[in-house]
């Protein structure tokens, strides 16, 4: 049995019931006397799981239909080069620096075109969202990353870019909230924080930067590519497409994403306001960009921090370690983080606090 308090950044916690179930179809999947393990992906039974999964995100996202939802490999990081290979091409990007994981989208655009930085947070170690940008009008996408989830912060407004499409990284918060499809030309998200298992990655792509896709690339690396096929041009990852319809249909029976927004909120409010009544944990970043995916705070010493992490570990909450690039602490609570898991956490930081006053 599954006994502790999950607060990995990712791959991370799943829902128990979706783990459940998996362990209870995985030798037999709806009697067919197979294994999902073990079944082509070019079989009615696939079809029907990757089908299924496409259609309950479209509808539990609200994505309008000129939208091609695609399942693709190499993870969140392989978007970082895949977006200006196919999009870029020689041009000019806007992107905006909010941390860890935008400075390696950075990185790969500029194998591939200009890029403006639009705006940045790095003047203070990245703990607030920038709020003046200055975007190109000519350029051929703006990149944000929407949840930072090493530094703990996250976008609440995304901004206008008039006809430029607007790209989101937004690996650490898709499905934890609304958003409106429609104001992004693209939108990927490794799998392994809020929807499933490691080894896939959701793109929802608008179909005209679809048709951007430039001749002279690989096939593989197309979007065109894997939009046309469905994304069945090669062997998908059956496995991982099959827990995320799973959990899918977990999001759609606990009331769709508005229901889990308004869960998400709570469990947020629950730790922040703790830490911001308490001498002992500061939060690090600034209160009108704090992330509700990601919690990061620190204690007074490292040396407390330390002891706070083993104590922790004792009691039974793993992962709350902050990422090795920053240290701290960090509390991870996305979508499949029940409630009274994250109150027993801070039942326990206040204890923590009483005792080490
Ligand atoms: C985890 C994460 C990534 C990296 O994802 P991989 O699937 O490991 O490549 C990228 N962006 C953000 C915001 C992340 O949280």
Known sequence: MNKKYNFYAGPAILPLEVIKKAQEELLDLNGIGLSILEISHRSKDFDNIINTAKEKIRYLLNIPDNYSILFLQGG???????????????????YINTGAWAKKAIKEAKFFGDVNIAGSSEDKNFNYIPENLTLTSDASYVHLTSNETIGGIQWSEFPDTGDVPLIADMSSEICSRRIDVSKFGLIYAGAQKNIGPAGVTLVIIKDDLVEKSPDNLTTMLKYKTHAEKKSMFNTPPCFAIYIIKLVMEWIEKRGG???????????????????????????TAEVKDRSRMNVT???????????????????????????RSVGGCRASIYNAMPIEYVRKLADFMRKFEKDNR
Not at 79 to 88: E, K, T
Not at 299 to 310: P, R, V, Y
């Open 297 to 323: 705070f620190r204690l007074s010493s490292e040396e407390l921090e330390n002891k706070f992490l083993e104590e922790a570990g004792r009691e039974g909450f793993v992962g709350l370690k902050g990422h």
């Open 257 to 283: 994403i508005k229901a889990l927004e308004a869960i998400n909120e709570e469990k947020a409010k629950i730790l922040y306001d703790l830490i911001d009544e308490s001498n002992l944990y500061t939060g």
């Open 76 to 94: 969140a990081s392989f978007q970082f080069a895949m977006i200006p290979m196919n999009l870029l091409k020689g041009g000019k990007a806007d």
